[in-house]
């Protein structure tokens, strides 16, 4: 039996990009694009539950779980600083599971776990999309007890 393959957003799914957008923007109004400053995407903090969520996904034996995010058109830092975002939050198993990409929708897999169901290829996975932050997914909670009731997870 083949494992599923999951892909996680990085912006607003693993890293709450939101808060330090509009602090920065906020702190900077004449920064139209605060994403677009060293150190942005390096200095994002983790969602709640997120780390402790992809770690127990990713240690099931039918799971394949990468990290796939869109890069910034903004930023061409944060091809970098998303590296060293994984490497500091998740570590370098997962550093190896990471991918930047501009269109999801290119991935093949089976779940698509993302805060956006358009603009970056979501439309087009050939998966299932998870809507992070959506009335059935509102939350990494919500996210896991999905796939507990699809999946019997191991704990340890």
Same mark, same amino acid.
């Given at each position: 039996?083949?494992?599923?393959?999951?892909?996680?957003?990085?912006?607003?799914?693993?890293?709450?990009?939101?808060?330090?957008?509009?602090?920065?923007?906020?702190?900077? !109004?004449?920064?139209?694009?605060?994403?677009?400053?060293?150190?942005?995407?390096?200095?994002?903090? !983790?969602?709640?539950?997120?780390?402790?969520?992809?770690?127990?996904?990713?240690?099931?034996?039918?799971?394949?779980?990468?990290?796939?995010?869109? !890069?910034?058109?903004?930023?061409?830092?944060?091809?970098?600083?998303?590296?060293?975002?994984?490497?500091?939050?998740?570590?370098?198993?997962?550093?190896?599971?990471?991918?930047?990409? !501009?269109?999801?929708?290119?991935?093949?897999?089976?779940?698509?776990?993302?805060?956006?169901?358009?603009?970056?290829?979501?439309?087009?996975?050939?998966?299932?999309?998870?809507?992070?932050?959506?009335?059935?997914?509102?939350?990494?909670?919500?996210?896991?007890?999905?796939?507990?009731?699809?999946?019997?997870?191991?704990?340890?």
């Amino acid at each position: 039996m083949s494992k599923k393959i999951i892909y996680v957003d990085m912006d607003n799914v693993l890293a709450d990009y939101t808060t330090l957008f509009k602090e920065r923007l906020q702190q900077q !109004p004449e920064i139209a694009y605060p994403q677009s400053q060293y150190g942005f995407f390096s200095s994002l903090l !983790p969602m709640k539950h997120a780390i402790e969520s992809v770690n127990l996904l990713a240690k099931q034996t039918f799971f394949d779980v990468y990290i796939l995010t869109a !890069p910034s058109i903004y930023n061409p830092l944060s091809y970098t600083e998303k590296r060293v975002w994984t490497e500091k939050q998740l570590g370098m198993s997962f550093v190896q599971k990471l991918i930047i990409c !501009p269109n999801k929708g290119l991935c093949k897999g089976d779940y698509l776990i993302d805060d956006n169901a358009i603009g970056s290829g979501q439309d087009y996975f050939e998966g299932r999309l998870i809507h992070f932050g959506s009335e059935e997914f509102t939350g990494w909670q919500a996210v896991i007890q999905y796939f507990r009731t699809h999946y019997t997870l191991a704990e340890n």
